[in-house]
């Protein structure tokens, strides 16, 4: 079983950054695809974005040219680099790995990210 944990959530004014980090364990981060996903209050949970194992990327459509997301395949770790930030991206942001080949869908426990002044 993968085990995932986040960190790097917290308050931040609007227009601030933050960089979210999310640590593996296990053998197979390197071919799984990683993702990180938010769950505002009252709202489902969405796909902010996705990086596959050959490094392709797909962002929603509201953080695109705000949000980046990359991995370290040497450190088993996904980042997810937040800019330009605004009260509508506060929620709990989760960590996701997915690997069809191994039948496995795994997500962290979440951290927080409130946007406020």
């Known amino acids: 079983q993968v085990q995932l944990v986040e960190s790097g959530g917290g308050l931040v004014q609007p227009g601030g950054s933050l960089r979210l980090s999310c640590a593996a364990s296990?053998?197979?981060?390197?071919?799984?695809?990683m993702g990180w996903y938010r769950q505002a209050p009252g709202k489902q949970r969405e796909l902010v974005a996705a990086?596959?194992?050959?490094?392709?990327?797909n962002y929603a459509d509201s953080v695109k040219g705000r949000f980046t997301i990359s991995r370290d395949n040497a450190k088993k770790t996904v980042y997810l680099q937040m800019n330009s930030l605004k009260p509508e991206d506060t929620a709990v942001y989760y960590c996701?790995?997915?690997?069809?080949?191994?039948?496995?869908?795994?997500w962290g426990q979440g951290t927080l990210v409130t946007v406020s002044s």
């Open positions: 996701n790995l997915n690997s069809v080949t191994y039948r496995m869908d795994s």
């Open positions: 296990g053998s197979i981060f390197s071919i799984s695809v």
């Open positions: 990086i596959a194992s050959g490094g392709s990327t």
